[in-house]
């Protein structure tokens, strides 16, 4: 089964860059037909789509978000990033990592999720 994890830390100070890793196992990044999504939840705000890295290595962004926006990735370690810079207390939230299908209008697989804050 498909398996997504992400990583990083919990706490990142304003202005600077914050940055979070998704393991996937159980299917490599690079398959044709997969898309690769971050995603985050605000406390009291609903999911909001940050961007998406595809099997070719390209990303794309969330308008609102996209001039402060990076999505990369390591095929060594099937790993995909996001690093969202000049952080502000905004930034805070449940961020998550999920897997798209093409064919499919949802995410069909998401990482656990992991809290970060944007505090001093």
């Known amino acids: 089964q498909v398996q997504l994890q992400e990583s990083g830390p919990g706490l990142v100070k304003p202005s600077q860059t914050l940055s979070l890793t998704c393991t996937v196992s159980?299917?490599?990044?690079?398959?044709?037909?997969?898309?690769w999504s971050w995603i985050r939840q605000p406390p009291g705000k609903g999911l909001e789509w940050i961007g998406y890295?595809?099997?070719?290595?390209?990303?794309y962004y969330s308008p609102y978000l996209k001039s402060h926006t990076s999505i990369s990735r390591d095929l060594s370690k099937n790993q995909f990033s996001l690093q969202l810079s000049s952080a502000t207390p905004e930034d805070t939230a449940v961020y998550y990592c999920a897997l798209g299908i093409w064919a499919v209008s949802k995410f069909s697989s998401w990482g656990q999720g992991t809290q970060v804050t944007v505090s001093s």
């Open positions: 890295i595809d099997d070719a290595g390209s990303a």
């Open positions: 159980g299917t490599s990044i690079q398959t044709g037909s997969y898309y």
